[in-house]
Structure formats: C-alpha cells, structure tokens
C-alpha cells in the first residue's frame, strides 16, 4: 500500500515550484501472457502526480467555497460584442482577447437557473468521485451567452427545472466539484455533506 | 465568433487539382494482442500498394512526405509515436508530422496530406493513420478518453466522455425527436443497419444481425443512448496515397478527385453562442425562420443539437466540389456515426436533410443499400462499411478507413476488397453464408466527414471520379 502522508505538495515561491513528497511510486512490472504460455508484451505500472496552473482562473475556483460563483463579461466598448457575458468563466473576450471583467453572478444564478438539457449514467471513468447515477445539468442564465456543465447530486433532473447552486465550503477541493445544484426548493438538511446554499 | 468576415468564409483554393491513388486498412479489433502497432501499419501500407499493382517498395519510391494521424498519445504511454511508425515504415529521411484531433484525426490527416500536394510541395505522399486503445483497462480508457474534454470544466465530472456527449443526445431527442417511440425506432434502426452492413465486412470487428428490439432492450449507457447505440472502441490502421495528376496517372489508370475542408467548433458544448445558421447551397434563407415553432427549443443554433463544425465542412467542401445538394450529387457516404442520434444530427448538419427532419433520411429508406419499402437502391446509401458503429472507430484510422471505403465503391472494386476467402481466413473471421455484395452500382462521387469530439473538428472529403466532375459556380 502506498504511504499517504509522504504525497507530493506544491507551493509557488517567490514565483517558482517548492515540491515536497513523493510525486511517484515505483512498482514492478509483470509479464503478458497468452493462454499457451506464450509472451505478449509486459505491464508498465506508473502512478504519478501532475501539478496544474490555474492561472486566471484561480479566482473561479477559490470562491466556489465561499458560496459565490463568478463569470466574466467583455467590457472593452469598441468590442463587436460588448457587454458578452461567459460562465463558464473566459479569462479573455474570445471576440476581440481583451481582458474580461469578473463579476459575481450568484444572485443571477440562484434567481435564473434553469436545466437546458441533461443526461444520467451509472458509468464513470477511473478517478471519478462522484456517487452513481451521475446527472449531468447544462444550466442556463439570464443574460449570459453560454450553457454550464455541472451536475445534481439532488432529485432528478428535467428540461426547463429551476435549479439552486450548492457549494462545497466545508471541505473544498478547489475543483469544479465544489460546485453542484439541486432543485428548487431542496431543503438544506438533503444537501451532500459538506455543501452549503452560501 | 459567432459572426463570420467575407474573407472567413472564403471557399478554399487549391493550386492544382489533388488525386486519391490508392488506400488500404489492417484489420479491426477491439484488441489485437498478437501485434504491434506497426504491424498493422505495414498491413494497410501492403494492403494500399498491391490494390495498384506495385510492391511496397515501388510505391514508398514515389512519397515525398508522410502525415500520421494517431490521437491518443498517452493510452501508449509512447511520445513521437509517429517517429517510430515513420522509421519502421522505412520512409526516413522525407518529413513528416503527427496530427491529432481527436476523433477527426483521421479526415484532419487527409485534410494535411491534400494541402501538401495541392500546394505543390509534394508530388505525393502518404496519410496513414492508427490507433491503439486497448493497453489500457477500460475505465482508465474512459479516463484518458475524458481528458479530450476540458480538464478543469468538465473532466472532474464523472470522467466519462459519453456523459459529455449525452447531453446534447437528450436535447435532440427531447427536441427535435419529441421524444416519440417512431424517433427511438428509428434511431435502433441505424445500429441495426450499421452492424448489418458490418457483417459483410471482414475488418469490421462489430458486425451483429440484430433486429430493433435488440437495439432498444439493451443497456442503457446514458439515457435515450444505450450500448447498441454506441460505436465501437477499436485497434488498427488506414492508410491512402494521394497525388498531383501527373504522378497519380503514373500510379495508375484510375485516381479520383479529392476534396477536403476542415472546420471547427468549441472544445466544450458550453461556450457554444447563438448565431444565424450559415446555408449550404441546396437551402434557403427563409426556411429556418418557423424552426422554434415547429419544434419548440429548437430555435437556439447552433446550441445543443447542431455540429457548426459540420456544418462548416460541407459550407466549405460542397463548394470546393461544386455540389449543389449532396442527395442529387453524391451517390454514398460515409458519416461520423458516433452514435445513433448525433449521426441523425450530422444529416442536418451537412444538408442531406433540413434541420429538425434528419430522421426522415432513415425512415424514407434513402440511407440504405437497398430501399428496404420499395426494394430498389437506396437513393444515397449510407455507412456500408459498417461505419463506426458497426466497423470500427480506431480513431485515428477511421476518417481514413471511410474515405477508402467511398472510394472502393466509386473505383467499382468494393467486392473485390470485402468478398475474398483469404482476407477473411487471415483475419481470423467466418464470412457469413448469405454474405452480400454492397458496391454502390454505378457510384461516381461520394462523401466522407470525420467529426471530433463534442463537434470539435470535423473535416468533409469528396470523392470524384475524374469523367464526372461539378461545374463549381462558387
Ligand atoms: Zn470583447
């Protein structure tokens, strides 16, 4: 079993990568064989880390446990598009690449959001941590340009259903899983563990 | 964007006119642990140079640049995978280059290739594409697969590329389908002929003679798409020559035209932005206005039910080819049928069909080899390899197997390709007694589109036959 405690951590400092731990473990490999005894081919076991820059989007993913939710808009005037609103969140106005304005949409999301299609699985990949049936909701706002994937740890999903953005403030991941929905009108004793409606 | 400048939408010039000479494929499998990769290549290599009648050899005489398309780097844990290929294929010291596109690596291949000899940097060269998806167990698979979607948005979900692809499947069903029994029905019945056409196939490995009941009463993936729905995860390779006129006659007696554009949408479905939908030469601009009405939330485009990047290889290719309207002008294609819906979604895209009516291509029987209500030729067959569903999806390989497909049918040598014992006995496979020669009679100009992802990339090749060539007014 590999030793946990010994996992590779990452810091930026003074603007370059302090890593501490192990950042991989090496096993054996073992032969392939086929039924008569013949060799095919060999394993090739690696378990590693990746280390992933968020860059400007870090805003987006360290408020999530704050209960906020923010998008971005393209205020540049001479824009042929101006005023474009992106959640998911675009660093850059794919229009005319200036710099977009973040903004807080919370309040535009608890007031608007509405499921524009969904789907639900029993199947997942390798790493996956969400609980089967996964639903998938692509959630529209009021007044924003784009569709954003998330998915309804809560009741079941239909066309058209106003949903509530939960987040996960008591032990964040800082990924996209900090954020899920449920259905209007979900008591806050039915939420996942560790989410909250603020 | 979501509006396009003139100089965007310029339909693509060539310098000279680009041939496809020859091709050939390895057989498909949805494991094939008695080989390496490269084994297959040189199978499709082999297999390409004796259809013309030339050995390996003479044939490499003739490349002058080579372009891989192989997709999935890390399911081989191998970088410069091309460079390996390249060196065993014996081609070295000509340049090459990997390409990857995810599922429409195989047409963004060929797209390379024509730029290539178009331009007049090469006479000819060799597009080969392969892929390897088996080294991997099947939900680390699915893992990897997930890591074609957008890591940080979307990959943490589940990590199941079908989910990403789901939702757009339940907005067409939902929609345009309106959720009827008849649109279920008809969905099942493109698997039904798609694995039916890939009994006749000896590299198929998805062949099944199985009836609608079959298609619906299995399991359910991500509800309306269940297994039988869903196209196969394949090993093996494809390959094709193409050239400039002079070199391709050397070749042989008999190359064909060939077309390709390329166009694309963005990675996630998620920042697709509403727009005006641009026209293929065989609609109008008024036939869209009522869309909303006639089915209520359809009126968002391209939104969760059209392929812009579809959309956009035809807007590109029909033109380059002077096709008017791919129903009246072509005579086979072959489509992306990653599953059943988004292939009743790419009629629309490409024109052979309005949006809103894609499923009427099936139910009038068009699609099919043989009509099957009123027993004569089908009016634009489709899919007679087996396509993805029902042949293979060896992503980088499969936009390649289709265009040799078309091209075996319009060449008139589609028997001769899947009917030999040999063929069969060497690939391990029983022919099946009522085995049935699909060429297409008479086929003179066909279509192959190879489409990525959620819609990411998606290339449109045509083939023509050089006595039957368009009058392009475009
Ligand atoms: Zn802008």
Redesign the pocket.
């Given at each position: 079993m590999v030793d946990l405690k010994d996992r590779g951590t990452v810091k930026v400092i003074d603007g370059r990568f302090q890593f501490k731990g192990k950042f991989h473990y090496i096993y054996p490999n073992t032969p392939i064989r086929d039924e008569s005894g013949e060799l095919n081919g060999v394993t090739n076991p690696r378990d590693m880390t990746y280390v992933h820059m968020y860059g400007g989007e870090a805003p987006f993913f360290d408020s999530l446990r704050d209960g906020k939710l923010l998008g971005t808009r393209?205020d540049?005037p001479d824009?042929?598009?101006?005023g474009?609103v992106h959640v998911p969140f675009k660093i850059h106005?794919?229009?005319?690449?200036?710099r977009?304005t973040i903004f807080d949409i919370t309040e535009i999301a608890k007031k608007t959001a509405t499921v524009h299609t969904f789907m639900v699985t029993e199947r997942t990949g390798a790493f996956n941590t969400l609980e089967k049936p996964i639903r998938f909701i692509n959630i529209e706002f009021e007044g924003v340009s784009t569709i954003l994937m998330g998915y309804l740890p809560v009741g079941e999903p239909k066309i058209g259903m106003r949903v509530l953005p939960i987040f996960q403030s008591k032990n964040p991941t800082f990924t996209i899983l900090d954020l899920a929905w449920v259905p209007e009108g979900t008591p806050e004793s039915e939420l996942p563990e560790g989410f909250t409606f603020n | 964007m979501i509006t396009f400048s003139e100089r965007q939408l310029k339909i693509p010039k060539m310098s000279k006119p680009v041939y496809l000479v020859t091709g050939g494929m390895s057989k498909f499998g949805r494991a094939i642990p008695e080989k390496r990769t490269e084994e297959l290549v040189i199978d499709a290599f082999n297999e390409a140079a004796e259809f013309i009648g030339k050995t390996s050899a003479e044939l490499k005489k003739y490349i002058h640049s080579c372009y891989y398309g192989h997709f999935a780097d890390h399911f081989g844990d191998q970088l410069l995978g091309e460079a390996v290929i390249h060196d065993r294929l014996g081609l070295d010291p000509l340049g090459n280059i990997g390409i990857k596109t995810g599922g429409a690596t195989g047409g963004s291949t060929i797209w390379e290739a024509f730029k290539a000899v178009a331009s007049g940097y090469s006479d000819c060269v060799l597009a080969m594409g392969w892929e390897r998806m088996d080294e991997v167990p099947t939900d680390e698979g699915n893992h990897l697969i997930s890591c074609a979607a957008d890591k940080d948005w979307e990959t943490p979900l589940g990590h199941i590329y079908t989910g990403y692809y789901a939702v757009m499947a339940q907005k067409y069903w939902q929609v345009f389908g309106k959720s009827e029994d008849s649109f279920r029905e008809t969905m099942a019945n493109i698997a039904v002929k798609n694995r039916g056409y890939a009994r006749m196939n000896p590299h198929a490995h998805g062949a099944m003679d199985i009836t609608v009941e079959d298609v619906i009463n299995s399991p359910v993936v991500a509800y309306p798409l269940r297994a039988l729905d869903c196209c196969l995860m394949s090993v093996g390779a494809a390959g094709v020559i193409l050239a400039d006129e002079k070199t391709a006659y050397e070749l042989t007696d008999n190359p064909l035209l060939l077309y390709n554009a390329a166009a694309s949408h963005t990675l996630r479905v998620a920042d697709r932005r509403n727009m005006e939908i641009p026209l293929l030469p065989n609609e109008s601009p008024d036939q869209y206005k009522d869309l909303g009405e006639r089915f209520p939330g359809g009126d968002r485009y391209p939104g969760f039910t059209g392929f812009l990047a579809a959309r956009m290889a035809a807007y590109y290719a029909y033109r380059m080819a002077g096709i008017t309207d791919p129903n009246e002008d072509l005579d086979l294609v072959e489509l992306h049928d990653a599953f059943t819906i988004s292939d009743i979604q790419s009629y629309e895209d490409i024109g052979i069909r309005p949006y809103g009516e894609g499923r009427t291509y099936v139910e009038s029987g068009d699609c099919y080899h043989t009509n099957p209500h009123t027993g004569k030729p089908g009016k634009l067959p489709a899919n007679l390899s087996g396509g993805l569903i029902g042949c293979m999806h060896a992503v980088g390989a499969t936009g390649i197997m289709q265009t040799i497909e078309v091209a075996q049918h319009i060449w008139g040598r589609w028997a001769e390709m899947h009917e030999d014992q040999r063929k069969w006995d060497t690939f391990g496979r029983k022919k099946p007694s009522d085995w049935t020669d699909l060429q297409v009679k008479g086929a003179k100009r066909g279509l192959a589109i190879s489409h990525a992802g959620v819609g990411s990339h998606v290339t449109a090749t045509i083939l023509i036959h050089p006595d039957h060539q368009l009058e392009r007014r475009f």
């Open positions: 393209c540049n824009c042929e598009h101006t474009t106005c794919p229009d005319c690449l200036k977009n | -």
